[in-house]
């Protein structure tokens, strides 16, 4: 039997709800379903509000070619995927997007508050992502609300 709590179901409909969620959790506390804390997630999902505007990290270079070919065959699909059933969990990610845990949260829910700024202030197309390739602004924003629903329903909100 696990001590950590079940995860909660979550859907946004825009990024400032996001922002809402994480500084809820800051406020008044939480409990993880899963591995990360909330600084970790806030600075992982501020990373990755900032790449499509700034750009992505190179990865070396046998990742970048596995993922180029899966962006141009299984890509769209797997975006589709995603929107319709969620991001799976336990699938890996750029190292260097997850901070260290048990940094100041504080930070970096304000990060995240910036990056979404960021993100919703940039008028022009987004850069391509490495997985889905060239993306809608409405799909770029879709990704984002999905990505940040799946890392924040592992934080349960404290109860009382």
């Given at each position: 039997?696990?001590?950590?709590?079940?995860?909660?179901?979550?859907?946004?409909?825009?990024?400032?709800?996001?922002?809402?969620?994480?500084?809820?959790?800051?406020?008044?506390?939480?409990?993880k379903?899963?591995?990360?804390?909330?600084?970790?997630?806030?600075?992982?999902?501020?990373?990755?509000?900032?790449?499509?505007?700034?750009?992505?990290?190179?990865?070396?270079?046998?990742?970048?070619?596995?993922?180029?070919?899966?962006?141009?065959?299984?890509?769209?699909?797997?975006f589709?995927?995603?929107?319709?059933?969620?991001m799976?969990?336990?699938?890996?990610?750029?190292?260097?997007?997850?901070p260290?845990?048990?940094?100041?949260?504080?930070?970096?829910v304000?990060?995240?508050?910036?990056?979404?700024?960021?993100?919703?202030?940039?008028?022009?197309?987004?850069?391509?992502?490495p997985?889905?390739?060239?993306?809608?602004?409405e799909?770029?924003?879709?990704?984002?609300?999905?990505?940040?629903?799946?890392?924040?329903?592992?934080?349960?909100?404290?109860?009382?």
């Open positions: 039997m696990s001590d950590k709590p079940q995860r909660r179901p979550l859907v946004f409909n825009d990024l400032d709800e996001v922002v809402r969620d994480a500084e809820a959790l800051q406020a008044g506390g939480y409990e379903a899963g591995n990360w804390d909330l600084g970790q997630v806030a600075g992982h999902l501020a990373n990755w509000l900032v790449y499509p505007v700034a750009g992505f990290p190179r990865a070396p270079l046998p990742i970048r070619v596995m993922l180029g070919a899966v962006r141009t065959t299984l890509g769209r699909r797997m589709e995927k995603y929107m319709r059933e969620g799976p969990a336990g699938k890996p990610t750029i190292p260097e997007s997850v260290a845990a048990g940094g100041d949260a504080g930070q970096a304000a990060a995240m508050r910036d990056a979404v700024a960021q993100f919703q202030a940039h008028t022009g197309d987004y850069l391509p992502s997985l889905f390739g060239r993306l809608t602004r799909e770029a924003r879709s990704v984002q609300l999905r990505h940040a629903a799946h890392h924040l329903s592992f934080l349960v909100p404290k109860q009382g």
